[in-house]
């Protein structure tokens, strides 16, 4: 999406400035929420509003790098269809989002920083109805994000399947990033109280889905698996990309649906999210994939993703 085709200006030069001359000075998190620029202090919502009642809302978690929006377009795209799925209108064009987004990075002076729209119902009463909600919040927070120290791109995380599957696609379609994280966040405990770095979720059925907040890949004789958006995952962004990037490397690819016996022999598995970004599987439940350590495949597409994310 090129700059100029934004015409977007009125709510943000007429947004009401609540954000400390401080923050403003020394570049950092910065929050516009519905249309007010905030900091992190005075950044704040109504205990009325459903996204926090009842988790009824959407979001988004972007990458800046070297001051540029990472695929902001594919995110957006997805936030505003995430919202459709959940009868949620966003009280705003997708290019005036786009706009304000932008605002907010270079407002925040944080080069390489991860962005995270959220939009939710908005303030309604203590029932579930949503029609008690006129008008959806939304709010957009530029930060910076670190799952794990840097050493671990290198030697690969330690993870464990979860004992909590992935919810029930036909209830609430995993298609949908909304704001019920409560399985992932449960299976992201059992796997802290187990000692590992991360975990693998399953569907109830036993298949491979995708971790707390990360898609899966496996290498297996140079040819990429991971599985298709119907397994039950969230078709993510860096997923899409990975897949163009291993074709567009001569790597075969195929969407597949797994179960950890793929993963237990692979020669190689990575995990792929905006936030974890690329980063190797060195074991799984114990066993140990391929040399142990980030493979050969994964180095490549990682080298191969920050490239492009720097082009
Ligand atoms: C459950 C889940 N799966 C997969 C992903 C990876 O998606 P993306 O690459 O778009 O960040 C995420 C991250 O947002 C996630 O929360």
Redesign the pocket.
Known sequence: MAPGLFTFDIMTTSAKAKISPAAQESGTPTIWLNGEWCDQSTAMISVYDHGLLYGDGVFE?VRVYGGKVFRLEE?LDRLYDSAKAIWLTIPMDKRDLASITREAVSRSGIAEAYIRHVVTRGVGDLGLDPRKCPKASVIIIVDTIKLWPEQVYETGLNVITAGTPIPQRESLSPRV?SLNYLA?IMAKVEGIHAGADEVLMLDSSGAVA??????VFVVKKGRLSTPPPHAG??K????DVVIELATGAGYQVEETMLNRYDLYTADEAFF????SEIVGIRQLDGRVIGTGKAGQVTRDLRARFHSLVRS
Do not use: D, M
């Open positions: 978690g995110h990033k992932h995708e971790g707390s907040g990360q898609n995952i969230l993510g962004v860096t997923r792929t999210g905006t936030a």
